[in-house]
């Protein structure tokens, strides 16, 4: 990227920074010096973790394409990072160029490389996913998304960054109860459960080192950010299992949970 002083004035290249560092594992060249040691560093340690991000971005595919089967045409995706290839736009508006999609995130980096998109029917809007009440009240967000119909909330790769002493509950519930019946909850992040104990406690003490903390949730943690919703078929599993298509690149993971839930 340019130079510190074309930088946002609340970004701080020298701090590692969870959008950034995956555009560098995706080839993305909007990333700092210490983002890419600290990407080096996970992937030393794990080296299965290369394959994370395109292993979720297959699942939110897949997601996506069983909401605009559903008839949703309205997407709202939370703590979205760095555009890239087949960004939510991209999926949405091949199938229906009319629909609506909103970018958040807190980092002011990500959201001004949307905004330089200028993709129709869609924006984006620096706002913290932990604040229900600010992201569904901003005007650009308001502006887009009309809550009395259907609408698609991605958490997709965000949860693992808020911590229990942010209640995620709390945070969950206030986007779940906000929805209007036909909406779906799309979820997928970080999980210890296919991982021996010890293994996921050196993966949390890792990010820890690179300077980004991060929560793990399991399976009976993460379904309490269903509650009052149907969970679509197969359930809660590890992405590649979530109504799978086509023949996978390489072996699953083994660090992601996801799941889709529909309001009744």
């Known amino acids: 990227m340019g130079t510190s002083s074309r930088l946002p004035r609340d970004v701080d290249a020298s701090r590692v920074n969870d959008a950034r560092l995956c555009d560098y594992a995706l080839g993305g060249k909007d990333n700092y010096a210490a983002d890419r040691a600290a990407a080096k560093t996970l992937v030393e340690a794990f080296d299965e973790t290369r394959y994370l991000l395109p292993e979720l971005h297959r699942f939110r595919t897949r997601a996506l394409e069983a909401l605009l089967d559903a008839g949703v045409r309205q997407f709202l995706d939370l703590g979205c990072g760095m ?19 909103v970018y958040t995130d807190v980092d002011a980096v990500a959201v001004t490389h949307f905004l330089a998109l200028r993709p129709a029917m869609a924006t984006a809007a620096q706002v913290d996913v932990r604040d229900p009440a600010a992201v569904l009240g901003h005007p650009d967000v308001a502006a887009r998304l009309d809550l009395d119909r259907p609408v ?13 002493e942010d209640d995620p509950d709390r945070i ?92 009744p």
């Not at 555009?83 to 999609?101: E, K, L, T, Y």
């Not at 698609?152 to 229990?164: E, N, P, Q, R």
Request: charged content about 25%; overall charge neutral.
């Open 152 to 164: 698609g909330v991605l958490m997709v790769a965000v949860l693992h960054l808020v911590h229990d």
């Open 172 to 263: 969950v519930a206030g986007y779940r109860e906000a929805m209007a019946p036909g909406s779906h909850l799309v979820y997928c992040d970080l999980s210890g459960d296919e991982q021996p104990a010890d293994r996921a406690a050196r993966y949390r003490r890792t990010a820890d080192e690179i300077g980004i903390p991060v929560s793990m949730r399991g399976r009976e943690r993460v379904s309490r950010f269903f509650t009052g919703l149907d969970l679509l078929e197969p359930g809660l599993v590890p992405p590649p299992d979530w109504r799978p298509s086509g023949v996978p690149s390489h072996p699953p993971t083994g660090w992601l949970l996801a799941g889709v839930g529909r309001k």
């Open 83 to 101: 555009p890239g290839r087949h960004n939510v736009h991209d999926i949405v508006h091949a199938r229906d160029p009319r629909a609506q999609v």
